[in-house]
Nanobody, 126 residues
Framework: QVQLVESGGGLVQAGDSLRLSCTGS????????VAWFRQTPGAEREFVAGLKWSDRSLHYADSVKGRFTISRDGTKNTLHLQMSALKPEDSAVYYC???????????????????WGQGTQVTVSS
């Protein structure tokens, strides 16, 4: 059974940093495109950051560029999202995702990803 499990969410204050992790099991994700998405109640799930396997390119939503960093540890089948200078508007449930054969034009699309974690809550107080 293939699983992605997120961890590291919590309640922080504006300006703080937080590191999310996502560990995969059931198959290797070292050669897949991986990404983080987030979702608030009543809103669609939105792209946050992605790492495309084929060319190692990094992709970020404009709202997090310069504050968030996506990285992976292929040996541990783990994905990270380092978040700094957090803002209240960053509050959401954060999901990690993985998919095969994703091209640049679809890195930011939820439909391109096959595997999803269950989500971890991040709350940033003002």
């Amino acid at each position: 059974q293939v699983q992605l499990v997120e961890s590291g969410g919590g309640l922080v204050q504006a300006g703080d940093s937080l590191r999310l992790s996502c560990t995969g099991s059931g198959r290797s994700f070292s050669r897949t495109t991986v990404a983080w998405f987030r979702q608030t109640p009543g809103a669609e799930r939105e792209f946050v950051a992605g790492l495309k396997w084929s060319d190692r390119s990094l992709h970020y939503a404009d709202s997090v560029k310069g504050r968030f960093t996506i990285s992976r540890d292929g040996t541990k089948n783990t994905l990270h999202l380092q978040m700094s200078a957090l803002k209240p508007e960053d509050s959401a449930v954060y999901y990690c995702a993985a998919g095969d054969g994703i091209i640049t034009s679809t890195v930011r699309s939820t439909y391109a990803y096959t595997y999803w974690g269950q989500g971890t809550q991040v709350t940033v107080s003002s």
